[in-house]
Structure formats: C-alpha cells, structure tokens
C-alpha cells in the first residue's frame, strides 16, 4: 500500500468522526444526524508546499500512529490516544490531526484552555481546516462568540456548500442578536437546500421562504 498524501487524507475522513462521538465532544446538532463536518473539497487539506511531500519512514510511522490513536479513541481509552498522537508530533511537529485529535481529548476532560491551544495548532498548519474551525467555534460558543462566529464564517468561506456549518452560524448570530447578518445565512443555507427552511428559527422563516422563492 502507498502511504502518499491521498491515502492518509482519505484515512482521516473515514475515522475522525468516530473518534468525536468517541470523544464525548458535544457538537451542534441539526435534527438529521451531524458530526464534525468532513473536510470540503474545497479546502486545503495539506499545508502549502510546492512539491508533494516525499513518502519517508517517518511519515509511515506518523500514519501508523494516527490509526492507532483513532482506534483507541473509539475505544475509550484518552490516554493511550493522546500519547500515540504526541508520538506523532514527534515526528511532524504541525501534523494537523494529531493537534485536532489531542484538542477533542483536552475538551473532552475539561482543559478548554488546552484544547483551544490545540485547534489553533492545528488551524497554523491548515487555515481552512473544517473539523478544528468548527470545534473551536464550538468550545468558543459561550466564552467567545465573537471569535466562535469569525471561526464558523471561516469554515463557511472554505466550503461555500456546507449548508450544516451555514445553520449553526446563523443559529449563533441570532442568539447574539446580529438577525440581519443571521437571516442573510439562512437564506443561502436554504438557496442550497430548500429543505432546511423548517430548521429556520420561526423568527426568520417567512422572510427567508420569500425571498428564497
């Protein structure tokens, strides 16, 4: 097996949603089932580099690590993750998902400072990557919101199509009495699916079914 970019990409979107449910680290739910946004396709999911990275014993060891702290973050077991995602580092010291993977362990048993420290680790070696904006912007909802909504309007600039980030943006713009940007989102969020208008707080929903029309 190749352990090129590609394949430790298509790794991490098929496992680190398991390891966030695993984790205990509440997200904001829509009605139908939500997890940590998936990585868009619009996003860079590599740090810049003008060459693809060589595929080193490092990188195979790093790749090795990063299923073992997932498979033992879906089985409860914090520690062993957190130490398997610091051998990582190690290794790739900006390696983004052992800083997301460490960041839900730190949210999960309280150290919010800790876990913030580790999304923003994470975010320096990706900007637009969704899963740490979002969680972040999670973590920050009611100690921070003007930076939880800087972070989720990151995320919606990454990935123009996410409609489930959409909601949650709006969601928080409301509560902080900003309707008209609130309604603005909303409005796109449903353009791009009509069927999210009955999620539209009642408040903007006339308004937002006319004028999506």
């Known amino acids: 097996m190749r352990w090129d970019k590609v394949t430790r990409r ?34 860079s ?14 990188s195979k060891q790093a790749d090795a690590l990063l299923r073992s702290a997932l498979d033992r973050q879906a089985h409860q077991d914090s520690l062993g993750a957190a130490r398997d995602y610091r051998h990582v580092l190690e290794l790739d ?5 052992a ?32 899963s740490a904006l979002y969680s972040e912007a999670n973590l920050l909802r009611s100690s921070d919101p003007d930076r939880a909504i800087e ?12 409609t489930a980030v959409q909601m ?6 409301a509560e902080q009495h900003r309707k008209d940007e609130a309604e603005e989102v909303y409005r796109h969020a ?18 937002v079914s006319r004028s999506s029309r």
């Open 190 to 207: 449903v353009e791009i699916e009509h069927g999210l208008l009955s999620q539209v707080p009642e408040e903007f929903r006339d308004s």
């Open 93 to 97: 010291p900006g390696n983004k998902q």
């Open 151 to 162: 972070l989720l309007r990151r995320a919606v600039a990454a990935d123009p199509e996410g």
């Open 10 to 43: 298509r790794l991490w979107a098929g496992l680190v949603a398991t390891a966030a449910v695993a984790a205990g680290v509440t997200v904001w739910a829509l009605p139908s089932p939500s997890t940590v946004p998936s990585e868009s396709k619009h996003a």
């Open 99 to 130: 800083w997301y993977g460490l960041g839900l362990i730190e949210q999960q048993n309280g150290r919010t400072a800790d876990a913030r420290a580790a999304y923003e680790k994470a975010l320096e070696s990706d900007p637009s990557f969704m």
């Open 168 to 173: 949650q943006l709006g969601f928080l713009l």
């Open 45 to 58: 999911t590599v740090r810049p580099e003008s060459k693809p990275a060589p595929v080193t014993r490092n």
